[in-house]
């Protein structure tokens, strides 16, 4: 099984990148998107293939960057899980919970550290750094130790421990930043050491959206092969909803989904920031930073989006929409998860069926939708859940 990565697409423009150097954005600003030799990769890549090959996320190796020679540890083929209770509960026939939490390092952060790790180890880069509210800063640590690679995490200093924790343990430096992840970004970017890095800042990445992107499709052949009627996603750079939408797109020149059938694309968001949800209800075709991002669910504390455009031209695409959801509905949200279905989610995965439960009582998701929500990682690692006392 080999790679047919062939060049990078720039989303903006669309100039052609090669893939003999590093990159990151375009000359003009835009996101590079990973291509494939998709004819090539349809010829080994059948239904029947991929099904006996080992329950990781490089099962899908034709589409992913780096996957000759791949760092890996475990990643993906995480468990998409029926949730009954939460089902009779909002009147629909089907909910399913892609369990994100069984990755390494408890997130889907490990998705995208891995093939972008993958790409730098074998483009000779020999440190990382990245700003990270918590999750993605966790997984670089935990695959940049596995690499070989050095590691500096730029991460609010308001970060729970255990992230922090985490980030120590595998080794990795840790420079603590009053601020947003926004501002963790710009730290980073004007640090002395800014020329020794290889800044691995999602989508001005190109690979860990190749990563992210498997949520598609592990959900597609976790299906037998069909697609859900709606995907709520958590979203916070809007990395896994960009990749998946990607993902479908690819699926469909593969031969491996029928084309013309996609999921509504649902994008939750807190009410405390909330850039994606404000443009797209005004109808923009890019979003505007957030002031004063606040929410505990810390991967939704992303005022200002890079990918804003793909996101947005994603969710309008699929029919979808945007939602904000109150940290008392994602509490609800992890305590409804956690008692009707023994899941214990993050922030991000409550508000994620906060926001399903909305769009039922609009009427925007119908009985008879099937409607997978993503629980992006553990609960383990968040401090406290508002109302919830703990004895
Ligand atoms: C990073 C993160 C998100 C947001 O993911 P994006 O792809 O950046 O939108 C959601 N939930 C958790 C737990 C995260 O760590
Ligand atoms: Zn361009």
Redesign the pocket.
């Known amino acids: 099984m080999t790679s047919t990565l062939e060049w990078l697409e720039c989303s903006r423009c669309g100039a052609a990148h090669d893939l003999s150097a590093p990159r990151a954005l375009c000359r003009c600003g835009g996101i590079l998107l990973a291509r494939y030799r998709l004819e090539e990769a349809a010829r080994t890549m059948t239904r029947e293939a991929i099904a006996s090959r080992p329950p990781n996320l490089w099962r899908y190796a034709e589409v992913l960057p780096g996957s000759d020679a791949p760092v890996t540890l475990g990643e993906g083929m995480t468990p998409l899980l029926p949730a009954r209770f939460i089902a009779q509960d909002l009147g629909l026939a089907r909910v399913l919970v892609k369990d994100e939490a069984a990755n390494p390092t408890g997130?889907f952060?490990a998705r995208g550290m891995a093939t972008a790790v993958t790409m730098a180890r074998a483009l000779g880069i020999r440190r990382i750094a990245l700003p990270s509210?918590?999750?993605?800063g966790s997984a670089a640590a935990a695959y940049g130790a596995a690499a070989g690679l050095g590691v500096d995490l730029f991460l609010p200093d308001d970060t729970p421990e255990p992230f922090r924790l985490e980030a120590a343990v595998f080794g990795a430096v840790v420079h603590l930043v009053r601020g947003d992840i926004g501002v963790c970004g710009r730290t980073m970017r004007e640090h002395a050491d800014a020329a020794l890095w290889f800044d691995l800042s999602?989508l001005r990445e190109p690979y860990r959206a190749e990563g992210?992107k498997t949520l598609g499709y592990e959900i597609a052949e976790q299906l037998g092969w069909t697609i859900p009627d709606v995907i709520v996603y958590?979203?916070?750079?809007?990395?896994?909803?960009i990749g998946m939408w990607k993902a479908f797109e690819e699926m469909e020149q593969l031969g491996l989904l029928p084309a013309g059938r996609r999921p509504r694309m649902i994008a939750a968001q807190a009410e405390g920031c909330a850039p994606i949800v404000a443009a797209f209800q005004a109808g923009e075709p890019k979003a505007v930073p957030w002031p004063d991002p606040h929410t505990y669910a810390s991967?939704?504390r992303?005022p200002g989006p890079l990918g804003d455009a793909l996101i947005l031209k994603a969710v309008r695409d699929s029919g979808g929409t945007a939602v904000a959801v109150s940290e008392a509905e994602m509490a609800e949200g992890q305590l409804a998860l956690a008692r009707g279905e023994g899941i214990f989610a993050?922030p991000?995965g409550g508000a994620t069926l906060a926001a399903a439960r909305r769009l039922v009582a609009s009427g925007e998701i119908g009985p008879d939708d099937t409607v997978v929500l993503f629980n992006?990682?553990t609960g383990l690692k968040y401090p406290r859940i508002p109302g919830l006392r703990v004895p």
């Open positions: 997130s952060k509210a918590g999750n993605a999602t992210k958590p979203t916070g750079g809007g990395t896994g909803l991967g939704l992303v993050c991000e992006t990682g």
